[in-house]
Nanobody
Framework: QAQLVESGGGLVQAGGSLRLSCSAS????????MGWFRQRPGQERDFVAA????????YYADSVKGRFTISRDNAKITVYLQMNSLTPEDTGVYYC???????????????WGQGTQVTVSS
């Protein structure tokens, strides 16, 4: 079964930056839309950002626009999430996701990683 493996989470002070990575185990994921969701403490999992297979279309949650940037390297079958100007409200478990359907508003991916913890201290 294809796997998505996240890395790059950790503890950072408010105002700092982190870069998350997500690598896919199957070459076919090169043609998948990929993205990130997060689950903050006591809340449901929410959409953060997504990118289509070619990298020319991206979506962001309003709460991260201008601070987070999603990108991908298809040669490595890896998607990245650069997170800048982090605040304690960004604390949560960040999940990588992927789906073969075209990226569109309301994207609902079917493949998920195990998640990586991001903690932002005040």
């Amino acid at each position: 079964q294809a796997q998505l493996v996240e890395s790059g989470g950790g503890l950072v002070q408010a105002g700092g930056s982190l870069r998350l990575s997500c690598s896919a185990s199957e070459p076919t994921f090169v043609f998948y839309a990929m993205g990130w969701f997060r689950q903050r403490p006591g809340q449901e999992r929410d959409f953060v950002a997504a990118i289509n297979w070619s990298g020319d279309t991206t979506y962001y949650a309003d709460s991260v626009k201008g601070r987070f940037t999603i990108s991908r390297d298809n040669a490595k079958i890896t998607v990245y999430l650069q997170m800048n100007s982090l605040t304690p409200e960004d604390t949560g478990v960040y999940y990588c996701a992927a789906d073969s359907n075209p990226l569109r508003s309301g994207w609902t991916p079917r493949s998920w990683g195990q998640g990586t913890q991001v903690t932002v201290s005040s």
